[in-house]
């Protein structure tokens, strides 16, 4: 039995230790919202906050969150994280989705990309592209993906 705590909600499952957080997610609770794309890290489109940390959840073992806070796609939009909705925001007014597949990761990396900066710091495209780059969008959509981040990040300042 493991006991998870995942978008503030207290859950215990009873799945082999390795299993991967993203099955845990998707298969056992139900969360669809955070995507399998290559199942090597290789992607992002299974990415989810541990802690705070981007991490890939495709690789990370259920093991490795006992005892420390799992958050999703699905807590960005509950009104409860400032940086998500202004995330969320700035990918609706610079129209970034197109196939929408990466996007739950994407936007999970842009989020705790913000949430490190000093208070009020405007990351350059540089530092942008830095922390973006382990994901992957097949439609190319990155130079809206740069565009939106700035943006959430100038709406924080």
């Known amino acids: 039995m493991s006991k998870l705590n995942v978008n503030g909600r207290e859950h215990t499952v009873d799945i082999d230790p390795g299993t991967p957080i993203l099955w845990t997610l998707r298969d056992t609770l139900g969360m669809t919202g955070t995507k399998f794309g290559c199942g090597a890290a290789l992607c992002g489109a299974c990415t989810v906050h541990l802690d705070g940390q981007a991490i890939r959840s495709c690789v990370t ?16 939009t509950d009104g409860s994280d400032k940086v998500g909705a202004a995330v969320h925001a700035a990918w ?66």
């Open 61 to 76: 073992p259920i093991s490795a969150a006992e005892g420390k806070k799992i958050r999703t796609i699905e807590a960005t």
């Open 92 to 157: 609706v007014k610079h129209d970034v989705a197109q196939c929408g597949y990466c996007q739950s990761g994407q936007i999970m990396s842009a989020t705790a990309f913000l949430k490190s900066l000093p208070k009020g710091k405007k990351p350059t495209p540089e530092e942008i592209d830095g922390a973006m780059a382990g994901n992957i969008c097949r439609c190319g959509t990155y130079a809206r993906i740069r565009a939106a981040v700035a943006d959430a990040a100038q709406s924080l300042a």
